[in-house]
Nanobody, 130 residues
Framework: QVQLVESGGGLVQAGGSLRLSCGVS????????VGWFRQAPGKEREFVGAIARSGGNIYYADSVKGRFTISRDDVENTVYLQMNSLKPEHTAVYYC???????????????????????WGQGTQVTVSS
């Protein structure tokens, strides 16, 4: 059974850092595209970044470039979102999402559209205080 589990959220002061984890089970991880999204109260779900597949390209929203870093561990089947220099406006529930790619899929295959992803975690709360 497919399962995505986010962890690592919490309360931090502005300027601090957090590392979120997305553990994946029930999928072939090497050809699994993973995206990170966030949703603040009253706002639409927003693309944060994505990694296309194992060894694939990594993409970031302009708003987080230079602050957030995505990586993946193919042994632990986990994708990470390292968040540095956090600001109060980063407060949101952060979700990871995944989609299985074809074995021949290009290394840059991803989407900023949440509807493209079929699998979702339940989210982890990130709160940044001023």
């Amino acid at each position: 059974q497919v399962q995505l589990v986010e962890s690592g959220g919490g309360l931090v002061q502005a300027g601090g850092s957090l590392r979120l984890s997305c553990g994946v089970s029930g999928r072939t991880f090497s050809t699994y595209a993973v995206g990170w999204f966030r949703q603040a109260p009253g706002k639409e779900r927003e693309f944060v970044g994505a990694i296309a597949r194992s060894g694939g390209n990594i993409y970031y929203a302009d708003s987080v470039k230079g602050r957030f870093t995505i990586s993946r561990d193919d042994v632990e089947n986990t994708v990470y979102l390292q968040m540095n220099s956090l600001k109060p406006e980063h407060t949101a529930v952060y979700y990871c999402a995944g989609r299985t790619l074809a074995t021949y899929a290009l290394y840059y295959k991803y989407s900023t559209n949440p509807e493209w992803y079929g699998d979702w975690g339940q989210g982890t709360q990130v709160t940044v205080s001023s």
